[in-house]
């Protein structure tokens, strides 16, 4: 089985392209996986945020993440799943 991966900042641009991808996927017969890279602010840095603060943060883009891969898989009827990373992109 083929997979799409969508990249997602959960904004309404990656909306659209999700949209696409899974009306895609679903005339395919593909995947789909939702993929967020959260990267850390230069100013949660320099503000010395406390590691439960970061850990807060991965939890509420789990659950967007979840919660949205649920939402089309129902929609569309295809196979969701999503990957969250965190880092930086190069």
């Known amino acids: 089985m083929k997979t799409i991966i969508v990249c997602t900042d959960f904004s309404q641009e990656a909306e659209n392209a ?16 939702l993929f967020n890279l959260q990267s850390v602010s230069i100013h949660a840095l320099n503000a010395q945020a406390s590691a ?9 883009n789990q659950k967007k993440l979840t919660d949205k891969a649920s ?20």
């Open 52 to 60: 439960d603060f970061f850990y807060e943060q991965t939890l509420k």
């Open 18 to 33: 999700i949209h696409y991808a899974a009306s895609m996927a679903r005339e395919n017969q593909y995947h789909i996986i």
């Open 71 to 90: 939402e089309i898989g129902s929609l569309y009827a295809i196979k969701t799943a999503y990957h969250l990373a965190s880092g930086e992109l190069h």
